[in-house]
């Protein structure tokens, strides 16, 4: 059933997440066209989709703030929330990386998106003091929170700002160290619930991110390591698919797509640096496998959203 409460008023934070895998899968197919026989215009195909998808939402979510200001700090009460308000940032500096072929104000869009990411910590912060102790716990969607400075050097490397993006990632580099511990130790001690086990697939994407950066940056040895942990953690992960989705669809799937999409753009980074056959295999699994999924969790999400059901299921706060 529709709801005929206008949509706008309780557009969910929970959606960011999908438009930063629709645009980093855009992002791969385009990187993936320059050096595979693959069709350029299906990466320009899901970026022009991208950045339709995550401009309407943010005009959405802008207009709910627009009307009742303390919404964004009513929707930080869960952590997949908090997430969401970082993917929008993040997906702001994603938004840049696919404009640099036509140099459509694209320093000023990625400095947006910084901004917007630094805001997002301060405010996922403020939300994490105020609440009660007992609430406070390490989860993977802080990676989002906290990592995602880490998808600077997308846009800032080709654009400059080379000193900027190792701050960017050096800041990232800290927190991560920091939520990784947390996360191990909350692990060992607590199982995790089932619907929130597809989150653990979050743990992929700073890896990724992180190898990318330090490949874009030439910083050799932590390209390496983050390389290999990335494609370890990727390998345990999709032999624990079906126990991550046990629980049937939610929106916690949206934790699929961005992991799926820096996955790509990192094999295919490697693949440029002379990764050969392992990159290789790695960029058309990920374009296999990911595409699809990808797309299918966005269209699943974008029905969620259409029928009120992506609101109601991740406490969205209302305008």
């Given at each position: ?259 799926i999409a820096a996955f790509l753009n990192m094999q295919v980074l490697a693949l440029h640096k002379g990764g050969g056959l392992p990159a ?40």
């Open positions: 059933m529709y709801s005929h409460r206008p949509l706008w008023r309780r557009t969910p934070p929970a959606i960011f997440p999908i438009c930063l895998g629709v645009l980093g899968l855009g992002l791969g197919w385009r990187g993936a066209a320059e050096i595979l026989p693959v069709a350029s215009e299906i990466g320009d195909l899901f970026l022009g989709a991208g950045m339709a998808y995550y401009l309407y939402f943010l005009l959405f979510y802008l207009r709910k703030l627009a009307a009742r200001p303390s919404a964004l700090f009513d929707d930080m009460t869960t952590p997949p929330a908090r997430a969401g308000i970082a993917a929008m940032g993040m997906s702001m500096m994603l938004l840049a990386a696919a404009l640099l072929p036509f140099g459509i104000s694209v320093p000023e869009v990625w400095w947006a998106g910084v901004i917007m990411q630094i805001a997002a910590s301060a405010i996922v912060l403020h939300a994490f003091w105020v609440e009660p102790p007992e609430r406070r716990h390490f989860s993977t969607f802080q990676y989002l929170t906290f990592v995602g400075p880490v998808v600077g050097p997308f846009a800032g490397i080709p654009l400059g700002y080379v000193w900027e993006s190792v701050w960017l990632t050096i800041a990232a580099l800290i927190p991560y160290i920091i939520i990784t511990i947390g996360v191990a130790i909350k692990l060992m001690r607590k199982e995790i619930p089932v619907p929130l086990r597809p989150s653990l697939a979050i743990f992929v994407a700073p890896n990724c991110l992180f190898a990318t950066s330090f490949g874009m940056l030439d910083f050799q040895l932590g390209y390496e390591v983050f390389y290999w942990i990335a494609n370890i953690s990727a390998l345990v992960l999709l032999l624990r698919a079906p126990w991550m989705i046990k629980g049937g669809w939610s929106p916690v799937w949206a934790s699929f797509t961005f992991p290789e295999i790695g960029v058309w699994a990920a374009l296999i496998l990911g595409t699809p999924i990808i797309t299918a969790i966005a269209w699943r999400t974008n029905m969620a959203w259409v029928t009120g059901e992506l609101a109601q299921k991740t406490n969205a706060a209302k305008a």
